[in-house]
């Protein structure tokens, strides 16, 4: 994201200078207005909520720990329990079943397995962390064409496991590769010819596989299209109510909460060409993590990230590039003697940003971790140097190379802010060795950065252009490469899925790091995918992200 230069114009033979032509954006408004402001949580009902859940996730443990049940019916209730959102409440008895079935693990005990099951234990043991080898699929490859076998083509249920499956492929897993290019062909040919559930199953994976979905949404949408395979077990039905209708109470309220502080903050009123997209970031960083043991650290991310927005927009969409330079050697200075250099439109924000980080960081000393809050400061003043660099490019017609590019594009995709800041506030495992490892930049956090950038791109670069805006990652690429805009976008897309790769790989055991850290990583990925596998969600809210937000805040979840 990069500013469009407008420089103020001088009047002829006069000394009177006129207001700045800026390159408003005119973004589309909010479409929630104040909606969320009103709601008023009844905590005596969260409580009953909670009080509920206690008996069936005693039945629903008990079921997992049962030394009797086949271990393919156990792996099947765990990817249930897995898809509905609550492998964090059974995650010590899920981890050790999983071991000692793992450890159990024989290619030939999959000899008489059929296609949907071999998925499906397949995906539970990826999902969380185990590498079964993708060689549990060589059976359902023809031998002597090396295709996969003509028969598999009528298990519609098989097949689309087999696509679910190899989302979670590795590099050099090339039969998974093969199965998702398989498998998406065969579904797409017989989607329109399916009834029911299946139908549903099949068009909401191929329109987003789970593995790439926002976890919540995910959820609900498994709760709703899989009743048959929810319903083996009452009490994972009932459970899984009561969890549904527990979260949404008290994720209405850490919306009505950012919802009441952004009003208060008047940025609408001291900055009114940004993006009014409160519901829309609250979403996202619940994306991250929607345990409610987050609850604070998503009404911190949040603010953070509305810090964000605001500064994006002053830079892209009405700051002249003097005011772009004034204002980011503010915040690198980070001191409130700084204000009197900015313009008196952007004092406010300044002030309260100094302020929020102010208060955090006393908070969190008091806890001992103030260095996440640190961390988080540091990467708002780099992004702001990034929104530079890409100012000045603009300002002087610059199409930077791909490499340079990516450098500089890495940092302004504002991923390094949100991810930090995702940190703040989720308490002791968020150790000096975790803050640490972030700093070493590891390959997982790499890939998920440069599918945050080139998502991004792929979806807003025509955008861009329309509006003046300096080159995008697909620009840069045709220029430095020499291909066509359709090859550089296919480049990109391949960039894209080889990262989707290492994503799945640094989630596997043995781990640098607790999957605790590692999940926001990978869900900040996921929530990229959901908010620009289609168009610009965030910008233009009117699809995704509203039918998400309407579906977890607006409507009633299932009784």
């Known amino acids: 994201m990069a500013a469009v230069e407008a420089n103020g114009t001088l009047q002829a033979n006069t000394k009177t200078t006129t207001e700045p032509v800026r390159p408003l954006a005119n973004f589309p408004p909010s479409v929630w207005g104040d909606r969320f402001l009103s709601f008023s949580l009844d905590n005596t009902e969260l409580e009953g909520y909670a009080k509920a859940m206690e008996e069936p996730k005693e039945e629903v443990r ?4 049962n030394p009797t049940m086949d271990s393919n019916k156990k792996l099947s209730l765990i990817y249930s329990v897995h898809r509905l959102g609550l492998t964090y409440l059974f995650l010590q008895e899920i981890e050790a079943q999983l071991d000692i079935i793992f450890k159990a693990f024989k290619l030939q005990d999959y000899d008489e397995v059929d296609l949907y099951t071999t998925s499906i234990n397949f995906q539970v043991f990826r999902h969380l962390g185990h590498k079964l080898p993708c060689d549990v699929f060589n059976k359902f490859k023809d031998s002597s064409s090396g295709t996969f076998k003509e028969s598999i083509t009528n298990d519609v249920k098989g097949m689309l496991g087999l696509y679910e499956s190899a989302q979670l492929r590795l590099r050099g897993e090339s039969i998974l590769d093969e199965a998702s290019a398989f498998t998406v062909t065969q579904l797409k040919s017989v989607v329109n010819t399916l009834e029911g559930k299946l139908a549903q199953q099949v068009l909401q994976s191929l ?179 990034g929104y530079l660099e890409e100012a000045e490019w603009t300002s002087s017609g610059y199409v930077a190379s791909f490499p340079e590019y990516m450098k500089n594009g890495l940092i302004t995709s504002a991923y390094n802010v949100i991810s930090k800041s995702a940190l703040v506030g989720m308490g002791e495992m968020v150790s000096e060795d975790a803050l640490a490892w972030y700093e070493s930049h590891p390959k997982t956090l790499q890939a998920s950065e440069l599918i945050s950038r080139l998502q991004d791109d792929v979806m807003t670069y025509q955008f861009e252009r329309e509006r003046g805006q300096s080159a995008t990652g697909v620009d840069s690429y045709i220029k430095t490469y020499g291909v066509s805009e359709k090859e550089a976008i296919f480049e990109l897309n391949k960039m894209i899925e080889n990262a989707w790769k290492d994503i799945n790989e640094g989630c596997l055991k043995p781990r640098e790091v607790s999957m605790d850290l590692l999940a926001p990583i990978l869900n900040l990925a996921r929530m990229i995918d959901v908010v620009y596998r289609y168009d610009d969600g965030f910008t233009f809210p009117g699809k995704t992200m509203k039918e998400y937000i309407t579906l977890l805040f607006v409507g009633s979840s299932p009784m």
């Open 207 to 385: 329109k987003r596989p789970f593995h790439q979905g926002m976890p919540m949404v995910e959820a609900r949408f498994y709760f709703s299209n899989y009743d048959e395979e929810c319903s083996t077990h009452e009490s994972l039905v009932k459970l899984a109510k009561l969890h549904f209708n527990y979260l949404q109470l008290q994720q209405k309220e850490e919306l009505r909460i950012v919802s009441k502080w952004w009003k208060d903050m008047r940025f609408q009123e001291t900055t009114p060409y940004i993006r009014d997209r409160v519901p829309e970031i609250y979403l996202w960083i619940l994306g991250l993590y929607f345990e409610p043991r987050y609850s604070l650290a998503r009404i911190i991310a949040t603010k953070i990230t509305l810090f964000l927005v605001v500064l994006d927009d002053t830079y892209d969409a009405y700051a002249t590039i003097e005011e772009i330079r004034l204002l980011t050697d503010a915040i690198n200075r980070w001191d409130i003697s700084a204000i009197e250099q900015i313009p008196e439109y952007i004092r406010p924000f300044y002030k309260i940003l100094l302020d929020e980080y102010a208060e955090l960081e006393k908070q969190l000393a008091k806890e001992g971790r103030a260095k996440s809050v640190i961390a988080s400061k540091e990467a708002f003043q780099d992004i702001a140097r």
């Open 62 to 65: 008990r079921l997992i720990v």
